[in-house]
């Protein structure tokens, strides 16, 4: 079951307290990071990924807070996991940000770093394949849009007009449910013949 906006409120709110350090990632980050978890080709336990999502061990009120925070955050991780096994469509948690002119416009980029924090849970293994290879292309929109302006492929999503931006943070779906084909249902397995790659090169 989905969180409800008042379960990732009470998430958020943890996160940004002082029980955690202050490099806890927020809900979008999770969503991503729970994301390349799920897909991994290697299984990373639960409390190696919550490591990560509270920037080292949490300071809980109480055992009740403990279970309640625990228990949202294998809620979103289950979640992904069934969607992806079930088939169906995959859909990212992104922010909403509002543009210089006023525009708002879904913010790709925090998922897309906590994506790639996922990955770094097991970079060595996900790295045999990414370079000059399907997986590197299959992650390209992913790689591209990571925070901080520079992706692993070495573009800067800075560089991207919105238009670019847009078309790469729509493929998000479709990348994160051939990535997790790739390493669950047989390497080299991507888009079925006749839909877009997407790497977002047309093939």
Not at 58 to 75: E, G, N, V, W, Y
Not at 186 to 194: D, N, S
């Amino acid at each position: 079951m989905i969180l409800t906006d008042d379960e990732l409120q009470r998430l958020e709110d943890f996160l940004g307290s002082d029980a955690c350090g202050d490099e806890a990632l927020l809900v979008d980050e999770i969503h991503g990071l729970l994301s390349a978890v799920v897909c991994s080709p290697d299984h990373i336990p639960a409390d190696e990924w919550m490591d990560l999502v509270f920037d080292g061990p949490p300071r809980f009120a109480s055992l009740q807070q403990a279970s309640d925070i625990k228990a949202l955050l294998m809620r979103l991780h289950n979640e992904i996991v069934r969607g992806l096994n079930a088939g169906e469509e995959y859909l990212p948690l992104f922010v909403e940000r509002v543009t210089d002119e006023g525009e708002t416009l879904l913010d790709a980029e925090g998922w897309c770093h906590g994506f790639v924090h996922g990955m770094n849970l097991r970079m060595d293994t996900w790295m045999e394949l990414i370079k000059g290879g399907e997986l590197g292309r299959l992650l390209h929109p992913i790689l591209t849009l990571a925070a901080d302006g520079e992706g692993l492929l070495g573009e800067a999503a800075a560089n991207c007009d919105a238009d670019a931006y847009q078309e790469l943070s729509d493929l998000i779906p479709t990348t994160v449910e051939a990535v997790f084909a790739y390493w669950h249902y047989g390497e080299g397995l991507g888009p079925e013949r006749g839909e877009l790659c997407p790497c977002g090169s047309g093939e």
